[in-house]
């Protein structure tokens, strides 16, 4: 059975930096791209960004390139995948859920079939 566990999220000023993390547990995550989404209230699960299984390639959504710095990583030794957010402003408030892809499209929501449970992210203006 695959397991996702988000960490890192909390409330923090506007401005402010976040490091997220995701753990798997249960399947080879090598093999597998990886992606953040996030959903605010009300709102659908969006795509943040999403990074192969190499780490040779990276994904970013159109809305967070110019918005914050971010950056997506992996470290296959610890099965973990890592989200970078600086600079961050209330509009990212969200729930962000770390995925496991199981297509390369890995910027459509439809492309995971494995989830974590999510963690919250807080921007206070």
């Known amino acids: 059975q695959v397991q996702l566990v988000e960490s890192g999220g909390g409330l923090v000023q506007a401005g402010g930096s976040l490091r997220l993390s995701c753990v798997v547990s249960?399947?080879?995550?090598?093999?597998?791209?990886m992606g953040w989404f996030r959903q605010a209230p009300g709102t659908e699960r969006d795509f943040v960004a999403a990074?192969?299984?190499?780490?040779?390639?990276?994904?970013?959504a159109d809305s967070v390139k110019g918005r914050f710095t971010i950056s997506i990583s992996r470290d296959n030794a610890k099965n973990t995948v890592y989200l970078q957010m600086n600079s961050l402003k209330p509009e990212d408030t969200a729930v962000y859920y770390c995925?496991?892809?199981?297509?390369?499209?890995?910027?459509?929501?439809?492309?995971?079939?494995?989830w974590g449970q999510g963690t919250q992210v807080t921007v206070s203006s």
């Open positions: 995925g496991a892809a199981s297509r390369d499209t890995v910027w459509y929501l439809r492309s995971y079939d494995n």
């Open positions: 990074i192969s299984w190499s780490g040779g390639s990276t994904w970013y």
């Open positions: 249960g399947r080879t995550f090598s093999r597998y791209a």
